[in-house]
Structure formats: structure tokens, C-alpha cells
Nanobody, 117 residues
Framework: QEQLVESGGGSVQPGGSLTLSCIIQ????????MGWYRQAPGKQRELVAT???????NYAASVKDRSTISTNNAKNTMYLQMNNLTPEDTAVYYC???????????WGQGTLVTVSS
């Protein structure tokens, strides 16, 4: 299995927006939900949002009202748009898929999002 590759991170001021991208493998997305996860300094990795190939989405409470997860199947790409960013959103963001047995696919290097003034 190839590692997933994330992009789009960067430094933004509080209140700003970012859109993260991840190249997805269609054969994987056919079977397993894809998602965005993040790990802040000194904290465990946590779920941000997931999406199934039928378009069902799920969000962490901390991002639900200001984030949108989506896919462009023609481009084999998954996106995470985040608005009204706060310093608490500072983290390395990863995309991945989760199998029915709870196992994740291989983790990539992630993309760093830093929110500061």
C-alpha cells in the first residue's frame, strides 16, 4: 500500500482559513471511509473528520461548524476546508483510511498547520 500524501498546510493567523488536500486511492475509498486526523504537540492523534464513498460525513465537535470534508473523485483527491482557525487547531494533519477491524492504513508525513498571530 502506498502512503497517502497530504498537502496544503502552512501558517495562518487566527480567524484564517486553509484547505488541505490528500491524494486518495479509489480502490481503498471504495471499501473504507477516508478521514482527516491531527496531532498537536504533546497530544495524541485525534479524529477531525471522515467521509464515506457515499458522501456520509462525520466531524469532531471541535471543528464541526467550521470545517468541510469533501472529495473530488475525478481527481482522486480528498479535501479538508477549515475556517475560523484558532491556535488550538495547530497540529500536523494526516489523511488516512480505517478498516472495519479498526486498523489504519500507513501514515504519511502529514502537513503542518500553525495558527498564530
Amino acid at each position: 500500500q502506498e502512503q497517502l500524501v497530504e498537502s496544503g498546510g502552512g501558517s495562518v493567523q487566527p480567524g484564517g482559513s486553509l484547505t488541505l488536500s490528500c491524494i486518495i486511492q479509489p480502490i481503498i475509498f471504495r471499501f473504507w471511509p477516508m478521514g482527516w486526523y491531527r496531532q498537536a504537540p504533546g497530544k495524541q492523534r485525534e479524529l477531525v473528520a471522515t467521509i464515506t464513498n457515499s458522501g456520509v460525513t462525520n466531524y469532531a465537535a471541535s471543528v464541526k461548524d467550521r470545517s468541510t470534508i469533501s472529495t473530488n473523485n475525478a481527481k482522486n483527491t480528498m479535501y479538508l476546508q477549515m475556517n475560523n482557525l484558532t491556535p488550538e487547531d495547530t497540529a500536523v494533519y494526516y489523511c488516512n483510511f480505517k478498516k472495519g477491524n479498526g486498523d489504519f492504513g500507513p501514515w504519511g508525513q502529514g502537513t503542518l498547520v500553525t495558527v498564530s498571530s
